[in-house]
């Protein structure tokens, strides 16, 4: 079983002494990162509340979990979804609620000119406002166990590039509350940690292009234009990144780290192209904004003119 150590880095007492099992919950469970996650955490002896969007998500886990993982449904962007998975884990007494993952996220690229609000609040809902009101809901079980919060954010959340605005402004406001709640719960035991991966083999990215073209065949033709080229050269370059990213897997050993730390960090950078790009982040905007360009081979220069569309 792991040893998830308080806050102050003082371990729990036995599960001999204490009758009660450490537990941790991770959202989005379903696939990608928070389904290594939840493997992971299993297989090396932890109970694992994987929250999960359908029922046949947790058939899968329930096989490889070793006997640790219990499926939970949980929608994070709907309140009586949340308590209703809160009511659950709190009637089972003979666990201890000692971590939270907030992993549950969505993507969904494109020009800010042209995504619906409705599409971009959604975004909103599922990657901030629902990581927030997980914490919120199960944090006096956390204060109770001396537990631990890690955010699973992005690197996205420390620099933002052209047509990933949406996602990016998600991440940044998980990045700033994770920065507040750090000092905010620091005097009452409970630790925050944030997780910032790179490029990642998930299929968040091939399911936000798919979704992001369809939303995007919707807007005015004449508006659309002016973006088609670089929308579809972002794509390619999303693709790309998404094959050259590391394994989920990769990000789950980072996430155990931050559980289980004597003294966990604030952040932990996942992958070589994380690290990269928050050198770029540090660099003045003149210079950032030209290498950002030049990455994206052109994705950001402006189209030719409509002859029929720029006469006044």
């Known amino acids: 079983m792991i040893a998830i150590t308080t806050a102050n880095g003082k371990a729990h007492e036995s599960e001999a002494n204490l009758r009660r099992q450490g537990a941790v919950l991770v959202t989005g469970a379903s696939s990608g990162i928070g389904y290594a996650t939840a493997l992971r955490l299993a297989r090396n002896g932890t109970i694992v509340f994987a929250g999960i969007r359908r029922q046949i998500d947790g058939e899968s886990l329930l096989r490889e ?51 619906p609000l409705a599409e971009i609040r959604k975004q909103f809902e599922v990657n ?52 507040a709640l750090r000092l905010e719960l620091r005097p009452f035991g409970v630790s925050v940690s944030v997780v910032e991966p790179g490029a990642v083999r998930t299929p968040i990215w091939r399911r936000s292009a798919d979704a992001s073209l369809r939303i995007l065949d919707e807007a005015p033709l004449e508006r659309r234009a002016d973006y088609d080229a670089a929308i579809r050269h972002m794509m390619r370059f999303a693709q790309q990144q998404e094959l050259r990213g590391v394994p989920p897997e990769h990000v789950a050993r980072v996430i155990e780290r931050a559980l289980v730390a004597r003294r966990p960090q604030a952040r932990y950078l996942v992958g070589a192209d994380a690290r990269l790009r928050l050198l770029v982040a540090r660099l003045p905007e003149a210079i950032r904004d030209l290498i950002i360009t030049a990455a994206l081979g052109g994705a950001t220069r402006r189209a030719e003119p409509a002859a029929a569309s720029r006469h006044f």
């Open 65 to 115: 979990g070793a006997g640790n993982i219990k499926p939970m449904l949980i929608d994070v962007a709907d309140r009586t979804s949340i308590l209703r998975a809160h009511a659950k884990i709190e009637s089972l007494r003979e666990y201890r609620l000692d971590g939270l993952v907030n992993n549950a996220g969505i993507s969904l690229a494109g020009p800010l000119e042209l995504l």
């Open 128 to 179: 901030f406002f629902g990581a927030l009101a997980m914490i919120q809901t199960f944090l006096p079980l956390l204060r109770d166990s001396g537990g631990r919060i890690v955010n699973v954010s992005s690197i996205s959340g420390k620099l933002a590039v052209p047509f990933v605005g949406a996602y990016s402004a998600s991440k940044f406001a998980l990045e700033a509350a994770s920065d």
